[in-house]
Protein backbone atom coordinates (compact mmCIF):
# COMPACT_ATOMS: atom_id res chain seq x y z
CA UNK A 1 0.00 0.00 0.00
CA UNK A 2 1.50 3.43 -1.12
CA UNK A 3 0.84 6.01 1.36
CA UNK A 4 -1.91 8.02 1.87
CA UNK A 5 -2.19 11.78 1.35
CA UNK A 6 -4.07 14.68 0.59
CA UNK A 7 -3.80 15.25 -3.08
CA UNK A 8 -4.96 18.73 -3.07
CA UNK A 9 -6.08 22.51 -1.53
CA UNK A 10 -4.90 23.50 1.42
CA UNK A 11 -3.98 20.65 3.65
CA UNK A 12 -2.30 19.03 0.23
CA UNK A 13 0.48 16.60 0.94
CA UNK A 14 -0.04 15.94 4.36
CA UNK A 15 0.14 12.38 5.08
CA UNK A 16 -2.82 10.76 6.48
CA UNK A 17 -2.60 7.49 8.81
CA UNK A 18 -4.22 4.14 7.51
CA UNK A 19 -6.71 2.33 10.22
CA UNK A 20 -5.03 -0.80 11.68
CA UNK A 21 -5.74 -4.23 10.13
CA UNK A 22 -7.41 -5.03 6.95
CA UNK A 23 -10.68 -3.60 8.00
CA UNK A 24 -10.97 -1.05 5.85
CA UNK A 25 -9.35 -0.78 2.31
CA UNK A 26 -8.48 2.83 1.85
CA UNK A 27 -8.93 4.63 -1.93
CA UNK A 28 -6.08 4.58 -4.12
CA UNK A 29 -4.86 8.22 -4.77
CA UNK A 30 -5.36 7.79 -8.47
CA UNK A 31 -8.88 6.64 -7.96
CA UNK A 32 -9.25 9.71 -5.35
CA UNK A 33 -7.87 12.22 -7.90
CA UNK A 34 -9.90 10.75 -10.65
CA UNK A 35 -13.51 11.36 -8.55
CA UNK A 36 -12.23 15.11 -7.71
CA UNK A 37 -11.42 15.93 -10.91
CA UNK A 38 -15.17 14.63 -11.90
CA UNK A 39 -16.43 16.47 -8.96
CA UNK A 40 -14.33 19.90 -10.08
CA UNK A 41 -15.32 23.27 -8.87
CA UNK A 42 -18.86 22.07 -7.60
CA UNK A 43 -17.01 19.94 -4.12
CA UNK A 44 -16.34 23.56 -3.24
CA UNK A 45 -18.98 24.72 -0.37
CA UNK A 46 -20.47 21.50 -0.73
CA UNK A 47 -21.49 19.32 2.05
CA UNK A 48 -20.14 15.78 1.78
CA UNK A 49 -21.64 12.40 4.14
CA UNK A 50 -18.43 10.01 3.98
CA UNK A 51 -20.80 7.27 4.51
CA UNK A 52 -18.09 4.43 5.55
CA UNK A 53 -15.42 6.80 6.57
CA UNK A 54 -12.46 4.19 7.29
CA UNK A 55 -9.37 6.77 7.00
CA UNK A 56 -11.21 9.95 6.09
CA UNK A 57 -9.44 10.42 2.86
CA UNK A 58 -12.50 10.99 0.57
CA UNK A 59 -13.95 13.25 3.32
CA UNK A 60 -10.70 15.14 3.92
CA UNK A 61 -9.59 15.67 0.40
CA UNK A 62 -13.29 17.17 -0.26
CA UNK A 63 -12.69 19.59 2.96
CA UNK A 64 -8.95 20.39 1.66
CA UNK A 65 -10.36 21.51 -1.41
CA UNK A 66 -13.19 23.88 -0.23
CA UNK A 67 -16.06 21.76 0.92
CA UNK A 68 -18.10 23.75 3.35
CA UNK A 69 -18.64 20.52 5.68
CA UNK A 70 -18.01 16.63 6.15
CA UNK A 71 -19.94 14.28 7.96
CA UNK A 72 -18.04 11.28 8.74
CA UNK A 73 -20.34 7.67 9.73
CA UNK A 74 -18.48 4.90 10.59
CA UNK A 75 -19.18 1.69 13.36
CA UNK A 76 -15.36 0.70 13.61
CA UNK A 77 -13.61 2.27 16.89
CA UNK A 78 -10.12 2.36 15.30
CA UNK A 79 -11.28 3.96 11.76
CA UNK A 80 -13.08 6.40 13.93
CA UNK A 81 -9.97 6.84 15.70
CA UNK A 82 -7.80 7.28 12.66
CA UNK A 83 -10.52 9.94 11.24
CA UNK A 84 -10.19 12.25 14.69
CA UNK A 85 -6.19 11.97 14.07
CA UNK A 86 -6.37 12.71 9.97
CA UNK A 87 -8.51 15.59 10.87
CA UNK A 88 -6.11 16.88 13.61
CA UNK A 89 -2.96 16.26 11.20
CA UNK A 90 -4.48 18.20 8.29
CA UNK A 91 -6.41 21.09 10.31
CA UNK A 92 -9.73 20.47 9.25
CA UNK A 93 -11.62 19.21 11.93
CA UNK A 94 -13.41 22.43 12.26
CA UNK A 95 -15.76 21.55 9.01
CA UNK A 96 -16.17 18.14 10.22
CA UNK A 97 -18.55 15.88 12.42
CA UNK A 98 -17.56 12.62 13.29
CA UNK A 99 -20.01 9.47 14.06
CA UNK A 100 -19.33 6.02 15.19
CA UNK A 101 -22.99 4.71 14.25
CA UNK A 102 -24.15 2.20 11.87
CA UNK A 103 -23.97 4.15 8.54
CA UNK A 104 -27.10 2.08 7.04
CA UNK A 105 -29.15 2.60 10.25
CA UNK A 106 -28.11 6.26 10.17
CA UNK A 107 -29.81 7.15 7.33
CA UNK A 108 -32.26 4.87 7.77
CA UNK A 109 -33.47 7.74 10.11
CA UNK A 110 -35.28 11.25 9.68
CA UNK A 111 -33.01 13.50 8.00
CA UNK A 112 -31.55 16.64 10.62
CA UNK A 113 -29.69 18.03 6.97
CA UNK A 114 -29.44 17.18 3.47
CA UNK A 115 -26.30 16.77 1.25
CA UNK A 116 -24.90 17.34 -1.84
CA UNK A 117 -22.60 14.31 -2.22
CA UNK A 118 -22.68 10.78 -0.34
CA UNK A 119 -19.92 8.57 -0.74
CA UNK A 120 -20.37 5.24 0.04
CA UNK A 121 -17.60 2.62 0.57
CA UNK A 122 -18.32 -0.05 2.88
CA UNK A 123 -16.57 -3.17 3.25
CA UNK A 124 -16.44 -5.46 0.14
CA UNK A 125 -18.45 -8.35 -0.76
CA UNK A 126 -21.05 -7.99 1.99
CA UNK A 127 -23.96 -6.49 -0.16
CA UNK A 128 -23.79 -3.27 1.61
CA UNK A 129 -23.85 -1.27 -0.91
CA UNK A 130 -26.81 -2.44 -2.25
CA UNK A 131 -28.71 -1.98 1.12
CA UNK A 132 -26.91 1.58 1.84
CA UNK A 133 -28.57 2.73 -1.96
CA UNK A 134 -31.87 1.41 -0.73
CA UNK A 135 -31.86 3.14 2.45
CA UNK A 136 -30.83 6.43 0.60
CA UNK A 137 -33.56 5.82 -2.28
CA UNK A 138 -36.07 5.33 0.25
CA UNK A 139 -35.16 8.69 2.16
CA UNK A 140 -33.82 11.06 -0.43
CA UNK A 141 -34.62 13.86 2.03
CA UNK A 142 -31.17 13.69 2.71
CA UNK A 143 -30.09 14.53 -0.82
CA UNK A 144 -30.37 18.12 -1.68
CA UNK A 145 -32.24 18.06 -5.29
CA UNK A 146 -29.16 17.94 -7.76
CA UNK A 147 -27.01 15.77 -5.25
CA UNK A 148 -24.67 12.62 -6.23
CA UNK A 149 -24.70 9.54 -4.50
CA UNK A 150 -21.26 7.84 -5.39
CA UNK A 151 -20.09 4.10 -5.00
CA UNK A 152 -16.95 3.23 -4.27
CA UNK A 153 -17.20 -1.16 -4.87
CA UNK A 154 -14.53 -3.94 -6.66
CA UNK A 155 -15.87 -4.56 -10.10
CA UNK A 156 -17.28 -7.57 -9.46
CA UNK A 157 -20.03 -6.66 -6.85
CA UNK A 158 -21.83 -4.43 -9.44
CA UNK A 159 -25.56 -4.99 -9.92
CA UNK A 160 -28.02 -3.25 -11.77
CA UNK A 161 -30.00 -2.08 -8.75
CA UNK A 162 -34.20 -0.98 -8.81
CA UNK A 163 -34.26 2.24 -7.24
CA UNK A 164 -37.42 4.65 -7.02
CA UNK A 165 -36.20 7.99 -6.02
CA UNK A 166 -32.16 7.90 -7.92
CA UNK A 167 -30.69 7.16 -11.24
CA UNK A 168 -27.53 5.68 -12.58
CA UNK A 169 -26.23 8.16 -14.83
CA UNK A 170 -22.16 7.23 -14.83
CA UNK A 171 -19.70 4.32 -14.04
CA UNK A 172 -16.10 4.99 -14.14
CA UNK A 173 -13.44 1.94 -13.52
CA UNK A 174 -10.24 2.13 -12.24
CA UNK A 175 -8.18 -1.46 -12.37
CA UNK A 176 -10.39 -3.09 -9.26
CA UNK A 177 -12.11 -0.17 -8.77
CA UNK A 178 -15.40 1.02 -9.65
CA UNK A 179 -17.25 4.28 -8.87
CA UNK A 180 -21.01 4.21 -9.68
CA UNK A 181 -22.75 8.08 -10.10
CA UNK A 182 -26.41 8.38 -9.09
CA UNK A 183 -28.70 11.11 -8.61
CA UNK A 184 -32.29 11.99 -8.11
CA UNK A 185 -34.86 11.13 -10.69
Known amino acids: MSTLRVISGQARSRRLQVVPGDSTRPITD ?5 LF ?3 GSDIIAANLLDMFGGTGAVGIEALS ?9 DNHPMAIKTIKA ?7 GSAAEVLRADAVAALSRS ?3 QFDYIFVAPPQYKGIWLQAMQVIDSNPAWLVSDAWVIVQIHPREYENVTLTNLV ?14 YEPS
Open 168 to 181: EFDQRRYGSTLLVF
Open 86 to 92: NLETTGL
Open 65 to 73: RGASGVRFI
Open 111 to 113: PDR
Open 30 to 34: RVKES
Open 37 to 39: NIL
